[in-house]
């Protein structure tokens, strides 16, 4: 089993910038992703990255304003927000998943899952 808590959410404004963090316990993972869901839609991916080797593997949509890294001596697992958007505003989840392959963020394929950490962009 593995264990994730997300934190680092907040209110901010439209325009600034945002660390996410996931702390992660428990079994090795292959595979960490950030996920987010606004109200009223479907949870959509951002981001994946390898834990071996740290490539990230980005959902086209999110490409640009979003860095997701990984501390591996840390066990936590971080995502950068920059220029936030009104548009943003959503709970923020933290994933992972055991089985190998590419680590591109698809819920369907993560089975373990944090809380979430709210961000309200205004």
């Known amino acids: 089993h593995v264990q994730l808590v997300e934190s680092g959410g907040g209110s901010v404004q439209a325009g600034g910038s945002l660390r996410l963090s996931c702390s992660a316990s428990g079994y090795s993972r292959y595979c960490m992703g950030w996920f987010r869901q606004a109200p009223g839609k479907e949870r959509e991916g951002i981001a994946g990255i390898k834990t071996a080797d740290g490539s990230p593997s980005y959902a086209d949509s999110m490409k640009g304003r979003f860095t997701i890294s990984l501390d591996s001596a840390k066990n936590t697992l971080f995502l950068d927000i920059d220029t936030l958007k009104p548009e943003d505003t959503a709970m923020y989840y933290c994933?992972?998943?055991?089985?190998?392959?590419?680590?591109?963020?698809?819920?369907?394929?993560?089975?373990?899952w944090g809380q979430g950490t709210q961000v309200t962009v205004s």
């Open positions: 994933a992972a998943r055991f089985h190998p392959g590419y680590c591109y963020p698809n819920k369907e394929q993560y089975p373990y």
